[in-house]
């Protein structure tokens, strides 16, 4: 199992630790770090900074918002960063939700997200294959644009710098099962946004066809602390946010997948009291155990025996959100 370094999105502004953490983490002999994006900074700019200042270590998207861009957009993305990098580039992908969409982006929801994300995948294949102009007559996405407002003068495109590498690896971050299982047919790897080592039957039926190779690489919060109930606070304050916020209350895949997972009634409370603006007692409504089961958190040796756990399923490459140089080091120890 290899180690990668999430730093996810930025807050009010970047972080000054950011890059501090990304090159100790190479230093460390971690595999991978990964970027973020939400309604603030975006993924790539960040990436490619940090790109300047590392040599090795492989540089992700987790995830980069489909809805962002077009899909030759973040192709070309994809391909420039590739090409600065020296070949260190992984796309990951994902579709975010109907409230971001639409609400930021400005663009609707598909009605058929699964066909919508093949679609995407199938344009920026062809962008990277460079074997033919990109053509595709799809329901989301149409190359040349065909549509009755077009001038009717598009016309089939290659790229114009050729890809470094048409194998450039894909992953994406599904939710629902149906999602998960042509994740596996589609894409070289996924992105899960929850990991329980213990309740792997989860994602047993949409996981039962996995390719070789294959990347299944989900995020965790790592911090190497004496207090266990006090670690998990901003993990179940991320929770609280995305099950109760990031979503309608009758359209929240968060909060959906929290529920497949075992925790039902939990989340639908932690949603009830954020919709009615009670944030506080909706970041404490979440479970200690689900935080817990998701999460690397208490002293060394609790840290070691929990990732035990990890290692002994299919997870290929555990993102770590960690706040500190010394839990990247010991978790760098623990995983030697």
């Given amino acids: 199992m290899r180690l ?18 990304a090159t100790e983490a190479e230093r460390l002999g971690y595999d991978s770090v990964w970027t973020a994006e939400a309604w603030g900074s975006d993924a ?31 192709a070309m993305h ?13 796309l990951g992908l994902g579709l975010s939700g109907p409230q ?34 990109v ?32 194998d450039l690896p894909v992953l994406l971050g599904a939710e629902g099962p149906k999602n998960i299982a042509q994740t596996t047919r589609i894409a070289d790897g996924w992105l899960p946004l929850y990991w329980s080592p213990t309740r792997t039957d989860a994602y047993r039926a949409s996981l039962a066809d996995l390719p070789e190779g294959f990347m299944i690489a989900p995020m965790a919060r790592a911090h190497v602390c004496e207090d266990v109930a006090e670690g998990l606070l901003p993990v179940k304050a991320m929770l609280g946010f995305y099950i109760g916020g990031m979503g309608h209350a009758a359209r929240n895949f968060h909060a959906d997948l929290m529920g497949r997972m075992g925790y039902e009634e939990e989340a639908r409370r932690i949603q009830d009291l954020f919709l009615a603006g009670r ?58």
Avoid: C
Avoid at 48 to 73: E, V
Avoid at 115 to 132: G, H, M, N, P, W
């Fill in 78 to 90: 994809a391909l420039t960063l590739d090409h600065l990098s020296g070949g260190r580039m992984m």
């Fill in 279 to 336: 944030k506080e007692e909706a970041v404490l409504a979440v479970p200690d155990a689900f935080a817990d089961e998701i999460s690397l958190v208490g002293p060394r040796e609790r840290i070691a025996e929990r990732l035990d756990l990890w290692r002994k399923g299919p997870v290929t490459d555990l993102l770590v959100t960690a706040p500190d140089p010394q839990t990247l080091r010991i978790l760098a120890e623990l995983n030697s």
């Fill in 44 to 74: 790539f700019t960040p990436l490619t900074w940090i790109a300047a200042h590392t040599s090795r270590i492989r540089l992700g998207t987790a995830i980069a918002q489909m809805a962002a861009r077009t899909p030759t957009a973040t």
């Fill in 135 to 166: 053509a595709l007559d799809g329901r989301f996405h149409r190359h040349p644009y065909r549509g009755e407002d077009g001038t009717g003068l598009g016309k089939p495109l290659k790229p114009i710098t050729h890809p470094l590498r048409p």
């Fill in 4 to 21: 990668g370094l999430a730093l996810g999105y930025w807050g009010r502004g970047p972080s000054p630790a950011h890059l501090d953490l």
């Fill in 100 to 133: 971001v969409v639409e609400g930021w982006y400005g663009r609707p929801f598909p009605a058929s997200p699964l066909t919508a994300t093949r679609e995407y995948v199938d344009v920026i294949r062809q962008v990277l294959r460079r074997e033919a102009p």
